[in-house]
C-alpha cells in the first residue's frame, strides 16, 4: 500500500465516524516557543489547552513535522529522520478512552479490502500508564488482548504533558511484532526495533502544575472536559504495510536514495557503512528541504531559514562524500517531488520557485566548499606538522566570519580527517564579536549615551519629545539634558561629542532605511553639528552632536535647524526608492517586493528576492520605468487611516514592525506606488530629479540589491560615465558607437592568448605524462606510477589521468600524483578494478579516512608539509595487498 494511499485511507476512515478532515498546516508554526511544527498535535494545541474552544467536537488530520534536536544522528541509525508525518485524531471533550481505543483498533485490524490497514491482531502489543487500570480494562474488553499484551510503564514512557502547566495524562501506545528476524521475544519493554511502535494514543484528563519534566509535578485535578489527542506515525505504517525494514526504504523515500546512490556509483547495503549512512542523509534532507521550501521557508542564516540552509548543504556535501562533485539537487529534487506529489500536490504547483531556490543555494555553497575547503585542508596540515591534534578556535572563527563556513561543517570536516577544533574558543570569538556588535548597536541607538536607563530617566522626566520633522526644518526648542559616554553632564564643551536631548525637535531620526538628518544647534553660548539623530525609546529623539564652539548646557534656549540641501537630498532619495520600488514589481511582478532599503542624500538602496542576476536589458527597462514616473510627475501625497483600511486598498507593509491603529500611507501616483512608510518625501515626483541605477548584486542565496545615485549625485553619475566613456574612445582612436565592436575584439584576443596558453601547458603535461609513464615502477602484477608535481588539485587530476591512460591497458595500473601543497589524487584503469583495486578505499587508507571519490579516481588533502614522499611510499605495498 502507497503511503499516499495509507494518508487517504485514514482521513477517510475518521471523516465517516464524525471527524472533521483538517488540512495540515504549514511546517514553519506562529507558535513562538517553536521553529517548526513538531508534532501532530501542535496546531491544536489552543483548543487542547482551553486557550480558545475548538470550531469543531472531533477532527482529523495528516500533519507536517520537523525535527532537529537530533539532525547529526539522521542517517546513523535507520531510526531518525527529519521530517515525518504524524496521522492523529482528536475529540475535544466529545469521546474519551473506550471510542479512542475502538477507533485505532478497528482502523488497525480491519481487512484493507473493508477500508482497514489489515495488521494481524495476534501480533499487536499495547502498553498502558501503570496506574491507569481503565485504559488496561478497555483493552482488554474492546480488543480482547490477554494481559500478557498490555505492558504496564510509568510516567517516563507513558504519561503526556507539554513540559509546562496545563493538559496532561496517561497515554497508551500501540505495538506490532515485527517477528523473530527483527530482536528478541518478549514485548516491547524487551526490543523496540522488533515491536515497532505505530500509534499513540494521548488520554488529556487532568491539569498539572508548577514542575520540572515528566516527573516531579502536582496534579491539580480532573480537566472538566478531557481530550484525545493520538499520533499514528504514516512513515512507519507505510514500513509495516509495505513490508520494509525502516522507513529509508518506503516509497517517498527510497526511490530518492535509490537516485543519490546511483549519480555516485555505489550500492546501497552491499558498500561499506559509511556510504550507506551518506545515502540515508541525503535521501532525509532532500525529501524535508522539499517540503520546507514548498512551504515558503527559504535558506537564510538565523531560525528557520538557517535550519534549511544546513540541511541543504549537509546533502550536497554527503554527495560530494560519496565521489559525486557535480550540482547534485538538480538530479534529486525532481525525484522527491515525484515521491511526495501524490500525498501532497503542493509540491508540484510550486516546484519552479522551490527548485530555484534550492539550486540557488547549492551553487552558492558549492563556491564556498571550494574556498574554505582549502583554508581548512592547510589548517589541518599545518596543525598536524606541528604535532597538534586541535585546531584553533581562531581557525574556525576565520572560516566562519571570512568564507561563510558554519561551524557544524568545520566540525564535521575536521573530524573526517582525524583533528578536533578548539570549540570553546570559536564561541568565545562569536560571543565577544556578537556583544560588539551589540555594544555598537546600543551606542548608536543611544546617541553614545552610557546606557538607557539615563535616557529613560529623561523621558520620564520630560516627557516625549515634540517631534516635528514632517513639517518644518527649523524649531525654537530648549535643551532638557546633555549626557556623555558616562550619564548625564552638566555642559558639553568645544570639541567634545555629546548627546543632547531637545524638548521640540525638526531633526528627522534614522528609521524605516532612511538615514538620519544633519544640521546644526545654536545658542547664545554655544553651537553645535548634528551628526545623528536616534530614536532610542519610544517617543524621546536624541541628538549625537559635536560642539564647534562655546558650550552647549542643559536649559539652554536654542534653535534647532536641519540642513535643507542634506532633507531635500533624503526626501528624493527616499522618495527614489518608492519609485524604484514600484518600477521593479511593474517589471518583474509582485514577487520583487522590497526586503530591506537604506537611503541618505543623493543614494539609495534596495533588496528583493529573486533568483539570478538581472540582464542589463531589465535594469535599463526598470530605469525607464522609475524615470518615466519623474517625467510625469506624478504627485506624491500622505494620508493617515485606519491600519485595515491600508490593508484592504493594498499599501505595502514592508517590515515586520507593531503598527498603531492609525498608519500613515505614502501615495505616488495614487495606487502606483502605495506604501505604509514614516519618511520625508518630495512633494511631486519630478522634485527627485533622476533615478540612476549604478549595480546590482547578490547580497545572499535569493536576494538581490539595486543600487542608485539620485538628485545632482544622478546627474553627476551620468557625467562621469559620460567622461569615462570619451577617456576610453581616446586611448582606443575609435568614435564612441564603435567602442562595443573594438572592445570585444581586444577580449577575444585575450581569449586567443589564454587558449594558446592553455594549449601549451596540454603539451606539457602530455610531455610530463610520457616520462612518467616510461618510469613506471612493476609492483606483483601492476604498474605503479607515484609522484610529486607542483601545481593545483586540478592539475595533478588532469595529470594523473595522462600518465594513466599512456600506461597499458591490458595490465593494472595505479597512478598517485601529489602536490607540494599536500593534496593527493589516484586513479586506476578498468583492469586495476577488475582485480579489486578501488580508487577511493585506496585513498582512504593512505590519507587515515580522508578523501573521497569513485572506484575509478578518488583525491584528498591534508598530508603534512613534506609529507607526500611517505604516503606515495605506501602505495606498491598496498598495490600487492589488492
Not at 132 to 140: F, H, M, P, Q, Y
Not at 187 to 195: C, I, K, Q, S, T
Not at 267 to 279: A, F, I, T
Not at 511 to 537: F, T
Amino acid at each position: 500500500m502507497h503511503t499516499a494511499d495509507i494518508r487517504r485511507r485514514f482521513l477517510d476512515f475518521f471523516t465517516e465516524r464524525g471527524h472533521t478532515p483538517v488540512p495540515s498546516s504549514p511546517l514553519p508554526t506562529p507558535d513562538p516557543t517553536l521553529l517548526f511544527v513538531n508534532a501532530g498535535m501542535v496546531p491544536f494545541k489552543p483548543y487542547l489547552t482551553g486557550e480558545r474552544a475548538a470550531p469543531w467536537p472531533r477532527a482529523a488530520s495528516v500533519q507536517k513535522c520537523l525535527r532537529t534536536l537530533d539532525i547529526e544522528e539522521v542517517g546513523r541509525t535507520t531510526r531518525h529522520g527529519s521530517f515525518f508525518q504524524m496521522c492523529g485524531n482528536f475529540s475535544f471533550g466529545d469521546y474519551f478512552k473506550p471510542e479512542a481505543v475502538a477507533l485505532a483498533w478497528e482502523l488497525s485490524t480491519k481487512p484493507q479490502p473493508e477500508g482497514g490497514f489489515g495488521l494481524d491482531p495476534e501480533r499487536i502489543w499495547v502498553t498502558v500508564h501503570h496506574a491507569d487500570t481503565e485504559a488496561r480494562g478497555i483493552w482488554r474488553e474492546v480488543a480482547g488482548l490477554p494481559d500478557e499484551r498490555i505492558v504496564a510503564r510509568g510516567d517516563e514512557d507513558n504519561f503526556w504533558s507539554m513540559g509546562v502547566p496545563g493538559p496532561c495524562g496517561p497515554c497508551s501506545e500501540l505495538y506490532y511484532d515485527r517477528g523473530p528476524a527483527y530482536g528478541p521475544a518478549g514485548g516491547p519493554a524487551v526490543d523496540e526495533d522488533r515491536f515497532m511502535e505505530f500509534w499513540n494514543l494521548v488520554f488529556m484528563q487532568y491539569e498539572r502544575g508548577e514542575g520540572p519534566g515528566k516527573s516531579g509535578y502536582q496534579i491539580l485535578g480532573e480537566l472538566p472536559r478531557p481530550n484525545i489527542d493520538t499520533g499514528m506515525g504514516l512513515e512507519r505504517m507505510a514500513t509495516l504495510l509495505q513490508g520494509k525494514d525502516n522507513l529509508y526504504e518506503t516509497d517517498e523515500t527510497r526511490p530518492i536514495l535509490d537516485r543519490a546512490a546511483e549519480l555516485a556509483g555505489v550500492r546501497y547495503g552491499s558498500g561499506p557503512r559509511r556510504d550507506d549512512v551518506l545515502l540515508r542523509v541525503v535521501a532525509d534532507h532532500v525529501r524535508t528541504a522539499l517540503m520546507l521550501l514548498s512551504d515558503g521557508t527559504a535558506p537564510g542564516n538565523e531560525g528557520r531559514g538557517y535550519v534549511l540552509r544546513r540541511i541543504l548543504r549537509r546533502a550536497v556535501r554527503s554527495m560530494r562524500r560519496l565521489g559525486f562533485h557535480d550540482r547534485a539537487l538538480p538530479e534529486l529534487l525532481p525525484t522527491a517531488r515525484d515521491c511526495m506529489a501524490p500525498g501532497h500536490p503542493e509540491v508540484s504547483e510550486g516546484f519552479a520557485r522551490t527548485a530555484d531556490r534550492a539550486y540557488g543555494e547549492e551553487d552558492t555553497f558549492r563556491s564556498t566548499l571550494r574556498q574554505g575547503t582549502t583554508v581548512l585542508d592547510t589548517a589541518v596540515a599545518k596543525a598536524k606538522a606541528e604535532g597538534a591534534r586541535w585546531l584553533p578556535g581562531a581557525q574556525a572563527f576565520l572560516l566562519h566570519d571570512t568564507y561563510g563556513f558554519p561551524i557544524d561543517l568545520t566540525l564535521e570536516m575536521a573530524a573526517e580527517q582525524g583533528v578536533e577544533v578548539d570549540r570553546e574558543g570559536f564561541t568565545a570569538l562569536m560571543n565577544e564579536q556578537r556583544e560588539r556588535a551589540r555594544a555598537d548597536a546600543r551606542a548608536r541607538k543611544s546617541g553614545g549615551a552610557a546606557d538607557l536607563s539615563a535616557l529613560r530617566t529623561v523621558l520620564d522626566a520630560h516627557g516625549p519629545t515634540d517631534w516635528r520633522a514632517w513639517e518644518t526644518l527649523t524649531t525654537e526648542s530648549t535643551v532638557v539634558a546633555v549626557l556623555g559616554a558616562e550619564g548625564p553632564v552638566p555642559v558639553a564643551g568645544q570639541g567634545g561629542l555629546a548627546t543632547v536631548v531637545l524638548d521640540r525637535s525638526p531633526f528627522y531620526a534614522e528609521s524605516g532605511g532612511q538615514d538620519s538628518d544633519a544640521g546644526r544647534i545654536s545658542g547664545a553660548s554655544g553651537e553645535a553639528e548634528v551628526v545623528d539623530v536616534q530614536r532610542p525609546l519610544p517617543g524621546l529623539v536624541v541628538h549625537r552632536v559635536r560642539v564647534t564652539g562655546g558650550e552647549i548646557a542643559a536649559g539652554d534656549a536654542v534653535v534647532a535647524a536641519v540642513d535643507p540641501d542634506w532633507r531635500l537630498g533624503a526626501r528624493q532619495a527616499h522618495s527614489g526608492t518608492h519609485v524604484l520600488h514600484a518600477a521593479l514589481r511593474e517589471i518583474l511582478g509582485p514577487t520583487a517586493l522590497q526586503s530591506g532599503s537604506y537611503n541618505r542624500p543623493g543614494y539609495l538602496r534596495l533588496d528583493f528576492p529573486w533568483r539570478g542576476a538581472l540582464s542589463q536589458a531589465v535594469r535599463s527597462e526598470v530605469e525607464e520605468v522609475a524615470n518615466r514616473a519623474l517625467r510625469r510627475d506624478l504627485p506624491v501625497g500622505v494620508r493617515w487611516m485606519p491600519l485595515a483600511e491600508a490593508r484592504e486598498i493594498g499599501a505595502l507593509a514592508l517590515f515586520e514592525e507593531a503598527y498603531g491603529e492609525q498608519v500613515r500611507v505614502v501615495e505616488i501616483g495614487g495606487a502606483w506606488s502605495r506604501e505604509l512608510c514614516g519618511g520625508t518625501h518630495v512633494e511631486r515626483a519630478a522634485q527627485i530629479g533622476t533615478v540612476t541605477l549604478t549595480a546590482e548584486s547578490s547580497v545572499g542565496a535569493g536576494t538581490r540589491r539595486l543600487e542608485a545615485a539620485v538628485g545632482i549625485e544622478g546627474f553627476g553619475y551620468l557625467a562621469r560615465e559620460r567622461d569615462l566613456v570619451a577617456r576610453i574612445a581616446g586611448q582606443l582612436n575609435a568614435p564612441r558607437a564603435e567602442l562595443p565592436e573594438r572592445i570585444s575584439g581586444l577580449l577575444e584576443r585575450l581569449k586567443a592568448a589564454d587558449r594558446e596558453n592553455a594549449r601549451l601547458m596540454a603539451q606539457a603535461r602530455t610531455a610530463r605524462a610520457a616520462e612518467l609513464a616510461d618510469r613506471a615502477t612493476r609492483t606483483a602484477d601492476t604498474l605503479v606510477v607515484a609522484s610529486t608535481e607542483d601545481g593545483t588539485p586540478e592539475e595533478a587530476r588532469a595529470l594523473a589521468l595522462a600518465v594513466r591512460d599512456r600506461l597499458p591497458q591490458d595490465r593494472p595500473c595505479a597512478v598517485a600524483v601529489a602536490t607540494a601543497a599536500g593534496a593527493l589524487v589516484l586513479t586506476v584503469n578498468a583492469r586495476a578494478r577488475e582485480t579489486g583495486r578501488h580508487a577511493a578505499r585506496m585513498v582512504a587508507e593512505l590519507l587515515d579516512g580522508r578523501g573521497g571519490g569513485t572506484a575509478e579516481i578518488a583525491q584528498g588533502g591534508g598530508i603534512a608539509v613534506g609529507g607526500t614522499a611517505a604516503v606515495l611510499a605506501r602505495l606498491p605495498r598496498m598495490v600487492t595487498g589488492g
